[in-house]
């Protein structure tokens, strides 16, 4: 065999077990992520493998040690700690002692919290009692006042109701207009002439399909727009309850939201379906390292031999009313080529740029994606990002973590997406959740997302398990993760079970 099939064959082994094999023939502490460390300790062991110190088999045979917190305890069977050795372990294990203090602090602060939560609930509980006998005692008012029901009726005229009703005078009063503009061909001129404006507004119910409510209990209200150019609606797409409160807020406040996350957890499709299913406009300006100020707001130019200044997509987007602007993968760029966007990220914001002040239009909603929470990469799987100017992170008002979805939703998403059987679906949510645990114990180094639980269903039309699964996973992770890999779709995945499903 070759070294580096002996070095495949080690790695195919649980961490705990390479650990292990090398802990007790070497006094060397290695450092770094685990999955560092179990690739150095397996050159280690490739080389006893060369001069005959040690065959596979007895790799394989070694008991495991533990691994505890991203922190490898090497006390293999026979092995020795050195003076200095012992000292480190001493000092780890002092400090995961402190760490198991604060985390017993946090947790009692924790339960008080939910002590304190239970007691408000149950002032909740009799504050609604006492609103119920409150509102049944208006009732009996009103049926004894009815002479009084038309004057307030005019008390609580709803303005978003009376927006609707204006709005849609209108467009039967233009619709003679706009028939005529169909019939020339001319829609496309006439829409660039036209800003978006809302006609209506909905429950968070009515068009996302799922019932969202404010602190109150009230449900939460979705503008609609009518923006020609909106992005077209995907009707898989799963909605959260707690995504949809933040973008409903800053629909109401205007305030910039900044997501973060995993890949694969929906940040920027969350972005665009939002401004699909409320008929906004949808800017997306995808950033790298190399990208400038005049990039995405713009620059002077000449045109027809005049100097004029040409709006990038960000300046395009800001100045139309409706728009979403979401700034993709920002964490890419460099700092000094982000400071413009301070000024325009401010409330109410107006700055003078390209000869001309600008303004943030009505219904301009700014969000920026990126892995990174804007803290920068601390795991190494994101490379080229980085921490975010404190002044620029400020800007947005919130900033949420997304996750993956949880078993039943995911399972709803690969449904929708592909059509294939729940069961089916359930099967290989199940692959991919074990694949996810494996980047904590550093086994997995990415996290299969749910496009490549996706592209696995769909290649099981035409693949095996295993071509499916190595074309849609295990090949687009590093080398060090395929074993493990190998070894979950061995142990969570069934072929034959697979092809009943099919």
């Known amino acids: 065999m070759t070294d580096a099939q002996i070095k495949m064959e080690i790695l195919a082994l649980p961490i705990a077990v390479v650990m292990a094999a090398y802990a007790v023939r070497s006094t060397k502490v290695l450092s770094g992520t685990n999955a560092e460390i179990k690739s150095k300790a397996a050159d280690f062991l490739v080389t006893k493998v060369r001069d005959g110190s040690i065959?596979?088999?007895?790799?394989?045979?070694?008991?495991?040690?533990?691994?505890?917190?991203?922190?490898?305890?090497?006390?293999?069977?026979?092995?020795?700690?050195?003076?200095?050795?012992?000292?480190?372990?001493?000092?780890?294990?002092?400090?995961?002692?402190?760490?198991?203090?604060?985390l017993d602090s946090i947790r009692a602060v924790a339960e008080r919290a939910d002590n304190n939560a239970i007691t408000g609930l149950n002032a909740q509980k009799q504050l609604d009692a006492s609103v119920s006998r409150a509102l049944a005692a208006l009732e009996q008012d009103i049926?004894?006042?009815?002479?009084?029901?038309?004057?307030?009726?005019?008390?609580?005229?709803?303005?978003?109701?009376?927006?609707?009703?204006?709005?849609?005078?209108?467009?039967?009063?233009?619709?003679?207009?706009?028939?005529?503009?169909?019939?020339?061909?001319?829609?496309?001129?006439?829409?660039?002439?036209?800003?978006?404006?809302?006609?209506?507004?909905?429950?968070?119910?009515?068009?996302?399909?799922?019932?969202?409510?404010?602190?109150?209990?009230?449900?939460?209200?979705?503008?609609?727009?009518?923006?020609?150019?909106?992005?077209?609606?995907?009707?898989?797409?799963?909605?959260?309850?707690?995504?949809?409160?933040?973008?409903?807020?800053?629909?109401?406040?205007?305030?910039?939201?900044?997501?973060?996350?995993?890949?694969?957890?929906?940040?920027?499709?969350?972005?665009?379906?939002?401004?699909?299913?409320?008929?906004?406009?949808?800017?997306?300006?995808?950033?790298?390292?190399?990208?400038?100020?005049?990039?995405?707001?713009?620059?002077?130019?000449?045109?027809?031999?005049?100097?004029?200044?040409?709006?990038?997509?960000?300046?395009?987007?800001?100045?139309?009313?409706?728009?979403?602007?979401?700034?993709?993968?920002?964490?890419?760029?460099?700092?000094?080529?982000?400071?413009?966007?301070?000024?325009?990220?401010?409330?109410?914001?107006?700055?003078?740029?390209?000869g001309q002040v600008r303004r943030r239009a009505a219904g301009v909603l700014v969000f920026a994606a990126d892995n990174t929470l804007t803290n920068g990469d601390q795991t190494g799987r994101y490379a080229g990002t980085r921490q975010m100017n404190s002044s620029l992170a400020d800007r947005f008002s919130r900033v949420i973590r997304f996750e993956y979805l949880s078993k039943a939703d995911e399972v709803t998403a690969l449904v929708r997406h592909t059509q294939c059987n729940a069961l089916l679906a359930g099967h290989v949510v199940d692959a991919i959740n074990a694949a996810r645990a494996k980047v904590e114990t550093g086994d997995v180094i990415d996290a299969p997302s749910i496009r490549s639980a996706i592209a696995f269903i769909r290649a099981l039309n035409v693949l095996s398990v295993d071509e499916a699964w190595a074309s849609a996973v295990t090949a687009r992770q590093p080398s060090e993760s395929a074993a493990a890999l190998d070894s979950i779709k061995a142990a969570y995945l069934n072929p034959s079970q697979i092809e009943k499903w099919i």
């Open 55 to 102: 065959d596979l088999d007895a790799i394989r045979g070694t008991a495991p040690v533990t691994i505890t917190n991203g922190v490898t305890a090497i006390m293999a069977q026979n092995a020795t700690l050195s003076t200095a050795q012992a000292v480190a372990l001493d000092g780890i294990t002092q400090r995961l002692s402190s760490d198991r203090a604060l």
């Open 143 to 354: 049926e004894a006042n009815r002479q009084n029901i038309d004057r307030l009726a005019v008390s609580t005229v709803d303005d978003r109701k009376v927006a609707a009703e204006v709005a849609l005078a209108i467009d039967k009063a233009f619709a003679p207009f706009k028939q005529s503009v169909i019939d020339a061909g001319a829609e496309a001129v006439i829409a660039n002439g036209v800003s978006a404006k809302v006609i209506g507004s909905e429950t968070a119910l009515n068009v996302f399909g799922v019932d969202v409510k404010d602190a109150k209990g009230q449900p939460l209200m979705v503008d609609i727009w009518d923006a020609v150019d909106a992005p077209a609606i995907d009707p898989n797409f799963v909605w959260t309850s707690g995504i949809i409160k933040h973008l409903l807020l800053s629909q109401n406040t205007g305030e910039n939201l900044w997501f973060g996350g995993e890949k694969g957890t929906g940040k920027s499709e969350t972005a665009r379906q939002f401004a699909a299913k409320t008929g906004r406009a949808y800017t997306r300006i995808n950033f790298h390292k190399y990208t400038t100020t005049e990039d995405y707001v713009g620059c002077t130019g000449l045109e027809n031999s005049a100097t004029v200044f040409k709006m990038g997509a960000f300046m395009t987007g800001f100045v139309s009313p409706s728009t979403v602007v979401l700034l993709d993968e920002v964490s890419n760029c460099d700092a000094g080529e982000l400071a413009t966007l301070n000024g325009f990220l401010e409330p109410n914001s107006a700055v003078s740029f390209g």
